[in-house]
Structures are given as C-alpha cells and as structure tokens.
C-alpha cells in the first residue's frame, strides 16, 4: 500500500466518453494529463455496456435545420442553437475520427448517416456505436495519447489553490490500497449523472459525488427539474436500452391491453404498474427486421435468451428503472463555451453537465447524450489545456474545497448512520415514480423534508471508517442530487419537457427559462438570465 502524488497540467475526473475525449484532446494540445477513474477506464460506466447512436449530421443546411428543429418542442424551447451547432460540428469530426481510428461502423463504413423519421415524425439523424468496442478504442486511444491512467481511483474532493482556483483532486485506490492526489492547473469532471443505485446496467457507478464536489467549490446547475426520466426494462433485467419497446404490446397480468401505453408514453405504464404487474412483448416488429435488432442490441437479447424467451412471442415481465440525470438533461451550468464552469479552473463534460443547450427538458435516448459526451469532452479538454497554459503555476495547494477533508472521520457515536441508511432513504424518495415521475408541489415538499433532515444526518452523524469512505461519499452525494432536483422541480411551476407538474398546466411562457439551483445547506434558485437562443419565434409555443 502506498500513495500517489502527481502534478499534471490537467486532471479528468471520470473515464467515460466525454472523459477520454477530454483526456485525449487535451494531450493532442500539449498538456500533460491525468485521468482518475472510479472504474476501469474503458469498461465502466453507461456507455461501455451498450450500443447507442450519436446525433451524426453532415455538414447540409437543410438536414442541420431539420436535426436542430426535431426536438426543440418537446424539449420545451429550452435548447440553443449557438450550442446546438456547435455541437453538431464538433460531433461530426471526432466521429469521423472514430472511423480513422479504426472502429467498425455497422452501417457500410463511410462517413454517411441514417435518417429516419420516428413516428412522432421528428427527424432523427445518427450513427451507431457498440459501447464495448467504441470504449476499447478509446482507452487505447488515451493511452496513446500518453495520458497516465489511475484506474479504480475514485476522486472523493477537489483541490483550491490560495486564489480559490481548483487545482486538483484527491481520492483513493481501491485495489491497490493508499490515496491518491494530482495537483492539476485545470480539472474536468466527467463523472456522469446519477441514477440513485436503480440497478441499471452499468449505471451503479453514478452516484452524484463528481457533481457535489463540484457543488463545494461553488459550482451551481441548470435544469436539474429534468430528472424524471425511468426506462422500461424487463423486471429480470438490468438492460434499460428502450428503443426496441417501439415495437411493443402492454398489458396488464389478465393479458388487457394498457391503453396508451407506449415507448413514448410511459405514464400509462407507470399508473398500471400501481395496480399490479404489467408485462410486454415484441409482438409488432417486423420478422424481417429480428436478425437487425439483435445485431444492433445484443445484450438487450441476452437475459432473455438465458431464461429460454422469444420477447417477439412471449409476453414477460416489465418494470421502470430511474435513470434521473444520467436520461434528464440537468447538470452543472457551463459559463462559457469551453464548458468551464462558474468557478475557475472547473470544467465539465457529459452527464455531469446540463444538456439543456442541445435538447431542453427533453433527451429520451442516446442520440444526443452521445453527441455531448462526444462535444462537451473535446470543448472541455480543449478549454481545459488552454486555463492550464495560461496559469503560471499552479503555486501551493491550500486543501480540500469541503469544510474538512473527507478523509477524516469522527469516531462513531450512538447516533451515528451508516452508508447504507442515507441511501435507502433517498431512494425512498428519489426512485418510486409517484413521488419523481408525477409531481405535485405537495410531494415535493414532502419529499424535499425527509431529505433536508438527511442532508443533516450527513454532515453531522454520517461517520465512516477507511474502506467505507467511498460509499459515504456515494451517499452524500445522492443526498444533494435529490435536493437539488426537487427544489428546482419545486420552482419550475408548470409542466415542460419531461418535468409533469400534476398540478400545473401547460408550459407558460413567462417561464421560458433555464433554471439554476445550487448550494448546500441552503438551497437556492434562480432563472438564467441568458435566454436560450431559438432562432424562432416561440411566444406562442412555449
């Protein structure tokens, strides 16, 4: 057992797709880069379990329109176009890089894209990635890039300098033994959203810690009212990939059809399954298209194949899995283009920051979050590099941003909690879908009390000992996740996007804003003041 000290130009916090292409693009300027995973860079997290597509759109007026257009009502007019183009650009080359890098497009090879039409009739242009294969290439490429990896190393707090800058990180190896620390000119935190444990595959690691070290060095969010997003999944099954449920029958045990049940309309499901248990079956996908299916989504098929099902003819069993923030769109607010964030020397990528800029209240798949992770990690590892050469020396490192280090921990007391007691109470009131899915300023205050009282429990009877230091910060970081989505659902009084306010009507327009929330203790919020970027005239819409 020993510990790690290193100095480095750039620290990545996360080793995901936006924190390899952070990591990578980085190194590509001159930087000398760190990466610190929770996992094993490559195989952990969201993305390396399965296949998704990336919003792919060629360099055509029309079809950037279109793409731009496809989602901004349902996603409540929330989006940027700025952002939007940005995005698109920036996605459209690091994916052709993917191809010269030597990954395998399933679609012909080329640099073509599908464009499809869904039948809510938004236009959907993509490319497909195999997470597997997609993340074996880019650990290999960040390696490359001569980017030291430290791999089940999570980052339990950042860094300041004697400015107030963050200048670093410091965490624990969990194989190996001892702690870690970089101290780092600029740092990016691509740590992903959190998913409050509901079992999704590969989606455990997301707990909120990256976003509440971020929040202890002042850092606020933006549209965390957008978390209310739940994926069908087989009830035997941890698989959340929902596209294939376009082709499905809802019914009830008695084999009724759930009227309106759908893969965009999972209200109904979330009503039936209050009545007892809801079951679905594959049964309108076209026999032709069976083989293209499974190629697409292996492991969607697994656990179906390993119990002797044929979900095209038999009926099983369904549930909804929160996805939250990892599916939302809320995240840290980004204050400039690089994707730093309000404090200096803090920047963001992926899941941990807000999606609102490309698709509003609304994301519903991959698509997009693909695209970001893609964009927000170049813009981010870019900026990042850029903050690091402009600092003339990082100068001594005053300590943990946090009111103590995390390190340190109180003897145990009689009314101390563990862990695991903070958990289940947030998921308590973070996972069940009457409490996150249909919300009412009644349950949010409910909801937002139980959690005020364990936000408490946290910083006064939380007490840990060296090997359960991670999961206490796992747990506090839950804690603050949950808070900040239902102070900002509390605040935003209408329903638009995938935020439902039962008792709130249709999206007002005076409301048309992004909204932040932050702190710790205390809890605040604010409309952003910069309005989103359209290009059209939305008084009307909302």
């Not at 679905?280 to 194949?305: C, S, T, W, Y």
């Not at 209240?361 to 870019?382: K, P, Q, R």
């Not at 009314?415 to 903070?422: C, L, M």
């Amino acid at each position: 057992m020993s510990d790690v000290l290193l100095d480095a130009d750039v620290l990545v916090i996360g080793g995901g797709p936006a924190g390899c292409w952070a990591a990578i693009t980085a190194a590509e300027a001159g930087a000398t880069v760190v990466l610190a995973d929770k996992g094993y860079c490559g195989s952990s997290g969201a993305a390396a379990s399965a296949g998704h597509g990336v919003w792919y759109v060629p360099p055509n007026a029309q079809m950037r329109e279109e793409a731009m257009a496809s989602r901004e009502a349902l996603g409540g007019h929330l989006a940027d176009r700025n952002w939007s183009s940005r995005v698109i650009d920036t996605a459209f080359h690091q994916v052709n890089r993917l191809e010269q890098w030597g990954y395998a497009f399933d679609n012909g090879g080329g640099a073509s894209s599908s464009r499809k039409v869904g039948k809510d009739g938004h236009v959907n242009y993509s490319r497909g990635l195999q997470g597997p294969a997609y993340m074996r290439l880019m650990r290999r490429r960040v390696t490359s890039a001569r980017v030291k990896i430290l791999d089940h190393s999570p980052a339990l707090e950042l860094l300041t300098d004697a400015t107030g800058q963050v200048s670093g990180a410091a965490g624990v190896r969990r194989q190996k033994g001892g702690t870690w620390s970089v101290h780092a000119k600029a740092v990016v935190i691509a740590t992903g959203g959190c998913t409050f444990l509901s079992g999704g595959l590969g989606c455990n690691v997301l707990t909120g810690e990256g976003s509440l070290m971020a929040a202890e060095v002042g850092a606020h969010f933006s549209g965390m009212e957008f978390s209310s997003a739940y994926a069908i999944a087989p009830k035997f099954s941890a698989v959340t990939k929902t596209a294939y449920y376009q082709h499905a029958t809802f019914t009830y045990e008695d084999g009724t059809v759930v009227e309106g049940a759908g893969w965009h309309s999972r209200s109904p499901i979330a009503r039936a399954l209050d009545e007892g248990p809801v079951y679905a079956v594959l049964d309108q996908a076209p026999a032709e298209i069976h083989d293209r299916m499974r190629k697409g989504q292996p492991n969607f098929f697994a656990p179906f194949d390993r119990r002797g099902i044929d979900p095209f003819t038999e009926r099983f069993e369904i549930t909804l899995r929160s996805e939250a923030t990892m599916r939302g769109t809320g995240g840290l607010h980004l204050a400039d283009n690089a994707c730093q964030t309000d404090v200096a020397g803090l920047f963001a990528a992926g899941d941990v920051a807000t999606r609102e800029y490309i698709c509003g209240g609304f994301t519903g798949g991959a698509s997009h979050n693909g695209a970001w992770a893609i964009s927000s990690g170049t813009l981010a590892g870019a900026g990042a590099a850029q903050h690091a050469f402009a600092r003339n020396g990082v100068g001594p490192v005053a300590g943990p941003a946090n009111r103590r280090s995390v390190f340190e921990s109180d003897a145990p007391t009689a009314e101390s909690v563990q862990w695991k007691e903070i958990a289940r109470t947030v998921q308590g009131e973070a996972l069940p879908y009457r409490k996150n899915y249909f919300r009412t300023a009644e349950r949010l205050r409910e909801s937002l009390g139980v959690l005020d009282q364990t936000w408490q429990a946290v910083n006064t009877d939380l007490r840990w000992d060296a090997e359960d230091v991670v999961h206490a910060r796992e747990a506090a970081g839950l804690t603050a996740v949950a808070r900040w989505m239902y102070t900002s659902a509390l605040a935003r009084e209408e329903s638009r996007g995938m935020h439902k306010r039962l008792d709130a009507g249709k999206p007002d327009a005076a409301q048309r804003r992004r909204l932040f929330v932050g702190g710790l203790d205390e809890l605040w919020t604010a409309p952003d003041p910069v309005a989103p970027y359209t290009g059209i005239d939305v008084t009307v819409a909302a």
